[in-house]
């Protein structure tokens, strides 16, 4: 049998050494192509030894992207925003203001070279995360992202309704990952409706402050670096 991903041991520490992550945030939506060459450039650095690995917490102006699996047919308003294809696994999800990107570029042969527990970890980094604010996100075998579920929502007799809260898209180059998670803080959920998020077409697109929370963006950074700590290993801020 198969193991899950759930079940799969979630210690990405270094194992050379405790060289800090760099941890990066810029307070003004970042160009998705710029973002794309800055993270192509620095995973390169990082696999030649030229740089320190890298965590950037961004923001994107409304735009979609389409992963390596992306179905044509899932682009409904192809004309809304830019659409962007990315070397990233996955289908089409939205990134606009409101929603805090994570992009990790991590050197998985210092760590572990298992692209599946790297991104069950990425997973758990989200999850403990959003248990910071008292919201249960889960993991699905069958899809993607992280899911919070809806009870009071309409659903199919003996189902639960559930949202989806957060995404997880990551490509490796020379064991280097790029891309990495968005969670919804505030986003115009209105905004999904352009695309079938990540292919899936029976659940819901959520948000912190959807669900009742007012957090803030700078709440959610804080909350990302020390559940990333606990998982990845130091960080230290620069510029």
Same mark, same amino acid.
């Given at each position: 049998m198969a193991i899950q991903r759930a079940q799969l041991s979630n210690n990405m520490q270094r194992t050379d050494d405790a060289t800090p992550v760099e941890w990066r945030i810029s307070d003004t939506p970042i160009d998705y192509q710029e973002a794309l060459d800055v993270m192509?450039?620095?995973?390169?650095?990082?696999?030649?030894?030229?740089?320190?690995?890298?965590?950037?917490?961004?923001?994107?102006?409304?735009?979609y992207t389409a992963g390596t699996s992306a179905d044509a047919t899932d682009l409904v308003q192809?004309?809304?925003?830019?659409?962007y294809k990315t070397g990233r696994g996955g289908?089409?999800?939205?990134?606009?203001? @409101?929603?805090r990107v994570a992009y990790a570029m991590l050197d998985l042969k210092r760590r572990k070279p298992d692209v599946r527990v790297f991104?069950?970890?990425?997973?758990?980094?989200?999850?403990?995360?959003?248990?910071?604010f008292g919201v249960t996100g889960?993991?699905?075998?069958?899809?993607?992202g992280v899911w919070v579920k809806r009870p009071a929502?309409?659903?199919?007799? @003996?189902?639960?309704?559930?949202?989806?809260?957060?995404?997880? @898209?990551?490509?490796l180059k020379k064991w280097v990952s790029l891309h990495g998670i968005s969670i919804n803080v505030e986003p115009e959920l209105e905004h999904f409706s352009g695309i079938v998020p990540c292919g899936v077409q029976n659940h819901g697109i959520t948000s912190l402050v959807d669900l009742g929370l007012p957090v803030t963006m700078n709440d959610l950074d804080i909350e990302l670096r020390k559940n990333f700590?606990?998982?990845?290993g130091p960080t230290k801020i620069v510029d």
């Open positions: 192509e450039q620095r995973a390169l650095d990082i696999a030649n030894g030229k740089a320190a690995e890298l965590v950037w917490l961004l923001e994107h102006p409304p735009l192809p004309d809304r925003f830019p659409v289908q089409y999800t939205y990134h606009g203001p @409101g929603q991104v069950s970890t990425l997973e758990r980094w989200t999850i403990d995360t959003l248990q910071s889960e993991r699905r075998e069958d899809r993607v929502r309409p659903a199919p007799a @003996g189902e639960v309704a559930e949202d989806k809260i957060a995404a997880i @898209g990551i490509r700590e606990d998982l990845f």
